[in-house]
């Protein structure tokens, strides 16, 4: 049995992530602890405060005492929002006070485009212009070409509105589309965004559980997850 730790900022497409652990099957178990179940989604916290040391380590011995191999902060904002460096910071922060490897959902984003071997994505997210700005940014500091950053204010994420985001936010040069929010409900949704647009679909749920995974050094087959989890390892140049 795996386990796989999970700080959640609230209560956001929390269902999402039973989803995935029923899809990948009874060894692997999922871990959510919330580090601010009180923040609304108006989001009146600053960008990035609810990704401090003193919150992420809150929910952290819990998971330990759960057996958790690895944890993931899962936020893509609270994390790409501090830049580059200040990411790695909040992530080696949350290691040592972990003691176990941990990641974000925003490096979740970066490790999952090298594992599909490409260089050209568009994003499409359900934020303000200016938190997806930033999100693109941290993808260009590692040498991603953005090629389109869309941006629509949306909701909890049924079909039809994660649909419609991947369609507006695709462009034909773009060889995968992002989906960043993890406040959207998107893992049922990814194979069938994939045949629609011809193209592997990223999005946050999907590879912050694959990001734990990749941290315990286990592979797991999940066609029903997309492109993500089906393709052998991509060996970097």
Not at 51 to 63: D, F, K, N, S, Y
Not at 205 to 231: C, H, I, K, M, Y
Request: glycine share 10%; hydrophobic share 45%.
């Amino acid at each position: 049995m795996t386990a796989l730790g999970f700080l959640c900022p609230g209560h956001f497409a929390e269902d999402d992530y039973s989803r995935i652990e029923q899809l990948l099957g009874s060894d692997v178990r999922v871990e959510l602890m919330r580090t601010d179940a009180g923040v609304g989604a108006d989001r009146t916290d600053p960008l990035g405060r609810l990704g401090t040391p003193e919150r992420l380590a809150a929910g952290v011995q819990e998971l330990r005492h759960a057996g958790a191999e690895a944890v993931v902060w899962a936020s893509t904002e609270d994390s790409s929002g501090y830049g580059w460096e200040g990411a790695h910071e909040q992530v080696r922060s949350l290691a040592r006070t972990a003691g176990m490897p941990a990641s974000s959902t925003a490096f979740a984003f970066v490790h999952a485009i090298r594992e599909l071997g490409v260089r050209r994505v568009a994003v499409g997210a359900a934020s303000p212009e200016d938190v997806t700005a930033l999100f693109a940014g941290f993808l260009r500091a590692d040498g991603i070409e953005v090629v389109a950053a869309h941006s629509a204010r949306g909701g909890t994420g049924d079909e039809a509105e994660v649909r419609s985001l991947a369609r507006s936010a695709d462009r034909p040069e773009a060889e995968a589309v992002l989906l960043p929010d993890t406040a959207l409900r998107t893992a049922a949704h990814v194979p069938a965004l994939e045949k629609e647009l011809g193209k592997p679909v990223l999005t946050a749920s999907q590879v912050t559980v694959w990001e734990a995974l990749r941290l315990a050094d286990r592979r797991v087959n999940a066609p029903e997850l997309g492109a993500l989890f089906t393709r052998e390892p991509v060996v970097q140049v």
